[in-house]
T-cell receptor, first 112, second 109 residues
Framework: NAGVTQTPKFQVLKTGQSMTLQCAQD?????MYWYRQDPGMGLRLIYYSASEGTTDKGEVPNGYNVSRLNKREFSLRLESAAPSQTSVYFC???????????FGSGTRLTVV | GIQVEQSPPDLILQEGANSTLRCNFSDSVNNLQWFHQNPWGQLINLFY?????KQNGRLSATTVATERYSLLYISSSQTTDSGVYFC???????????WGAGTKLIIKP
């Protein structure tokens, strides 16, 4: 019963490099989300996907792209990393009903 | 506007004490949830509680939707309860969760 799985857990990038954060859920949830959390702050929504085949911008989408590959997988891509993107990234999913959101364990990204 | 406000912002207690954390939410926010972020950064969904009362061990939560507030109760606190407790509600207008600023709880042994 894995829930939401994110990879990698840690990553260091140089400014200008690109990378993709992977996220997969096994709960048959329709909706998936990418958040970032800066030190001492709450979570801010980057992008979300209400259902397979749809994606929408959240509060802080600039510098990011997403792909909802299928119902299980939702990836986040940084095309040209900047130091301002140093943060902890969380993927989450939600279905209908009583269980609310489930979060992955996070990816700690440092851009130098 | 759409708001979720938490109090207190910080709370320091001795092990064994009880605590109550509060979350006020504005109109157009529903489907309240409580999360615990432990000192290692992991986010755990504690309760999905749009209304009513739920209990899970030493933790319980009550949401009074008509009065726009939710309470999280922690009884007989343990050091492992330390961390930041967030409440969040889903905005009626879209799928986004609106987050409170969190309550940082420190339980001293």
């Amino acid at each position: 019963n894995a829930g939401v799985t994110q990879t990698p857990k840690f990553q260091v990038l140089k400014t200008g490099q690109s990378m993709t954060l992977q996220c997969a859920q096994d709960m048959n949830h329709n909706s998936m989300y990418w958040y970032r959390q800066d030190p001492g702050m709450g979570l801010r929504l980057i992008y979300y996907s209400a259902s397979e085949g749809t994606t929408d911008k959240g509060e802080v989408p600039n510098g990011y792209n997403v792909s909802r590959l299928n119902k299980r997988e939702f990836s986040l891509r940084l095309e040209s990393a900047a130091p301002s993107q140093t943060s902890v990234y969380f993927c989450a999913s939600s279905g209908t009903g009583k269980y609310g959101y489930t979060f992955g364990s996070g990816t700690r990204l440092t851009v130098v | 506007g759409i708001q979720v406000e938490q109090s207190p912002p910080d709370l320091i207690l001795q092990e064994g004490a009880n605590s109550t954390l509060r979350c006020n939410f504005s109109d157009s926010v529903n489907n309240l949830q409580w999360f615990h972020q432990n000192p290692w950064g992991q986010l755990i969904n504690l309760f999905y509680i749009p209304s009513g009362t739920k209990q899970n061990g030493r933790l319980s939560a009550t949401t009074v939707a008509t009065e726009r507030y939710s309470l999280l109760y922690i009884s007989s606190s343990q050091t492992t309860d330390s961390g930041v407790y967030f409440c969040a509600g889903r905005a009626d207008s879209n799928y986004q969760l609106i987050w409170g600023a969190g309550t940082k709880l420190i339980i001293k042994p």
